[in-house]
């Protein structure tokens, strides 16, 4: 069973970009929908992107769209986000799972990882 393992998160000022990272631990999740959600405190996880098992198809929630970027590297088993112009409401854990289907929905992944933590602050 695949398992994801997320990382790059960090401190940065408003304006500022980051560069996400999931890699699969387990199996390979080459033939996976892989997700990217967030979470703040008391509220539930939501869906940031996703992108398809061969990279061509790819979803954005509409607050990041044009900023944050996902994208896939087979052969490396890894997908990566790549976020620009950050906001202060970017502030979030940061988890990746997989999922059979290009699903906005957290119940149709599995393969949670332990998230890493994005703050944007001054």
């Known amino acids: 069973q695949v398992h994801a393992v997320e990382s790059g998160g960090g401190l940065v000022e408003p304006g500022g970009s980051l560069s996400l990272s999931c890699a699969a631990s387990g199996r390979s999740f080459s033939d996976d929908v892989v997700g990217w959600f967030r979470q703040t405190p008391g509220k539930e996880r939501e869906f940031v992107a996703l992108i398809s098992s061969g990279g061509n198809v790819k979803k954005y929630t509409d607050s990041v769209e044009g900023r944050f970027t996902i994208s896939r590297d087979t052969s490396k088993n890894m997908v990566f986000m790549q976020m620009d112009s950050l906001k202060h409401e970017d502030t979030a854990v940061y988890y990746c799972?997989?999922?059979?289907?290009?699903?906005?929905?957290?119940?149709?992944?599995?393969?949670w990882g332990q998230g890493t933590q994005v703050t944007v602050s001054l």
């Open positions: 799972a997989r999922s059979r289907w290009l699903s906005t929905h957290t119940d149709q992944y599995d393969g």
